[in-house]
């Protein structure tokens, strides 16, 4: 079994920035990349960042490129993601998961349960 575990999100106002963490347990080392997502209010789940378990791989969605910076701690089988010049559009449940290297929902075999991130103007 594997669980993943977020934490880190808040409120924050729009220019400010949090740390979003995703720490995994159970059978990981089968999985080759962990990735995050996201859902906003009456939007459907979109791909956020992903990275490789060697942390050589990684892929942004283009609207956080450059803000958004995704990392990966293997001895802490953790995944954090560094979100810096927050916007109200940023403002959704925040998903980490674990499976194949991928921009794809479907990439992914685990999720965790979410994480709010509310950004205000």
């Known amino acids: 079994q594997v669980q993943l575990v977020e934490s880190g999100g808040g409120l924050v106002q729009a220019g400010g920035s949090l740390r979003l963490s995703c720490a995994a347990s159970g059978r990981t080392f089968t999985s080759a990349a962990m990735g995050w997502f996201r859902q906003g209010p009456g939007k459907e789940r979109e791909f956020v960042a992903a990275i490789s378990r060697t942390g050589g791989m990684t892929d942004y969605k283009a609207t956080v490129k450059g803000r958004f910076t995704i990392s990966i701690e293997n001895a802490k089988n953790t995944v954090y993601l560094q979100m810096n010049s927050l916007k109200p559009e940023d403002t959704a449940v925040y998903y980490c998961?674990?499976?194949?290297?991928?921009?794809?929902?479907?990439?992914?075999?685990?999720w965790g349960q979410g994480t709010q991130v509310t950004v205000s103007s």
């Open positions: 998961a674990l499976g194949t290297y991928s921009t794809y929902a479907q990439g992914y075999d685990y």
